[in-house]
């Protein structure tokens, strides 16, 4: 099956500070999501980007299909932002978009 | 209904006996999903239905785990004789890029 690989496993930022969250795949990909796992274990979709760039406040995502990875980059850090995300793929040539291989994610911690 | 809901949101149970788990997805939503995230194993796809269609099972690791979806909409996921394997929280989620529900949390003692 797919193989996603996220980097790094953990991160600790001070409040204020940037970062950059990288997921590597191994295969085409027909669906690309990051989400953000907060304290009380919710998953959050941050962003569906199979491919290009989007933003959405601080927040913003670049997926190079070609090359077989997506950043994640976070601005201005919160401490609400802490938590673990998540990349996700759904391997192309299937007919779902959401049957998922989940990365093993990123351990975002925000001190104030 | 405005997210995915599910119920219960924890259930403790003893190994042996068997667990019915409730998803109740967004309204008009065909697909479906489920998925389970333990601290070995991480985040795994389990199931997935879509429309009228068979489900893709192929996530399902044994088959004390069945899932059915009536009537395209409320889907119930039965794991029979638990396992402390078992041990999870099991996540549904709808839509064909999938918004995810707040979780059931199994333990199997």
């Known amino acids: 099956g797919i193989q996603v690989e996220q980097s790094p496993p953990d991160l600790i930022l001070q409040e204020g500070a940037n970062s950059t969250l990288r997921c590597n795949f191994s295969?085409?990909?027909?669906?690309l999501q990051w989400f953000h796992q907060n304290p009380w274990g919710q998953l959050i979709n941050l962003f569906y980007i199979p491919s290009g760039t989007k933003q959405n406040g601080r927040l913003s995502a670049t997926t190079v299909a070609t090359e077989r990875y997506s950043l994640l980059y976070i601005s201005s850090s919160q401490t609400t932002d802490s938590g673990v995300y998540f990349c996700?793929?759904?391997?192309?040539?299937?007919?779902?978009?959401?049957?998922?291989?989940f990365g093993q994610g990123t351990i975002l911690t925000v001190h104030p | 209904g405005a997210g995915v809901s599910q119920s219960p949101s924890n259930k403790v149970t003893e190994k042996g006996k068997d667990v019915e788990l409730r998803c109740d997805p967004i309204s008009g939503h065909t697909a479906l999903y489920w998925y389970r995230q333990s601290l070995g194993q991480g985040l795994e796809f389990l199931i997935y239905?879509?429309?009228?269609?068979?489900?893709?099972k192929s996530g399902l690791p044994s088959d004390r785990f069945s899932a059915e979806r009536t009537g395209g909409s409320v889907s119930t996921l039965t794991i029979q004789r638990t396992q402390q394997e078992d041990s999870a929280v099991y996540l549904c989620?709808?839509?064909?890029?999938?918004?995810f529900g707040p979780g059931t949390r199994l333990t199997v003692l």
């Open positions: 996700a793929v759904d391997r192309a040539g299937g007919t779902s978009y959401g049957k998922l291989t």
């Open positions: 989620a709808s839509s064909l890029r999938p918004v």
């Open positions: 295969d085409s990909v027909n669906n």
């Open positions: 239905f879509q429309g009228n269609s068979a489900p893709d």
